[in-house]
């Protein structure tokens, strides 16, 4: 079974405005990870946060963690065209599970 | 530093005959994941090998998949059967675990796209 959720399913927004995406989960975990996928090709990794930490910054990216929601976001600033692609939570390194992903599209 | 290696890239079966996909992770990783995505959804862990032990495989359809990580290092995934709802990618990933507490990210192979007709 599925960990993550990550919600909305889609969204659509214009070059410079920021997204957010969320990610729910079920169990307790020890990190969630945030990745990227381009249209047909392999996920990339952009951020991990721990358990024990609240937020997180790289670069255009800030994640959040509220353990006691058991959720998280993922927000991307100023976007850009090429940030285009789908973007998935996953929990943990052991039995890392995946949600269905959220399909972010930046129109130019 | 190379990343992880799939082959084949992609493949056309026809239902009930069988295949195999490959996998070479990042030199050094004990870590291997099998995942299969279906289009439009998120990836499904298969199977996680930590060296050559099975971390856990209890989403891998045992009566017709397969997977195997002799040594330690490349692993093989095969189904046999093939049927048609088996047509998905199937996604490699290699990491490296030190403790619970010290992780590094996974590393995606492109991955194998597969059609079953």
């Known amino acids: 079974s599925q960990q993550g959720e990550e919600d909305p399913q889609a969204l659509s927004i214009q070059e410079g405005e920021n997204a957010t995406m969320n990610c729910s989960y079920k169990t307790s975990i020890n990190n969630l990870q945030w990745y990227r996928q381009n249209s047909g090709r392999g996920l990339v990794h952009l951020i991990l946060i721990r358990s024990n930490e609240r937020e997180k910054h790289s670069g255009r990216l800030r994640v959040t963690l509220d353990t006691s929601k058991k959720s998280s976001s993922l927000l991307i600033t100023a976007s850009r065209a090429a940030d285009t692609a789908s973007y998935f939570c996953?929990?943990?390194?052991?039995?890392?599970?995946f949600g269905a992903g959220t399909r972010l599209t930046v129109k130019p | 530093e190379a990343g992880v290696a799939q082959s084949p890239r992609y493949k056309i079966i026809e239902k009930r005959q069988s295949v195999a996909f490959w996998c070479n992770p990042i030199?050094?990783?004990?870590?291997l994941y099998w995942y299969q995505q279906i289009l439009g959804q998120g990836p499904k862990l298969l199977i996680q090998f930590q060296n050559n032990g099975v971390v856990d495989d209890s989403q891998l359809p045992k009566d017709r998949f397969s997977a195997e990580r002799l040594k330690g290092v490349d692993s093989t995934l095969k189904i046999q059967p093939a049927k048609l709802e088996d047509s998905a990618v199937y996604l490699c990933?290699?990491?490296?675990?030190?403790?619970?507490?010290?992780?590094?990210?996974?590393?995606f192979g492109q991955g194998t796209r597969l059609t079953v007709v």
């Open positions: 996953a929990t943990d390194m052991i039995r890392m599970r």
């Open positions: 030199s050094g990783h004990a870590t």
């Open positions: 990933a290699s990491s490296t675990i030190k403790t619970l507490d010290r992780y590094t990210e996974a590393f």
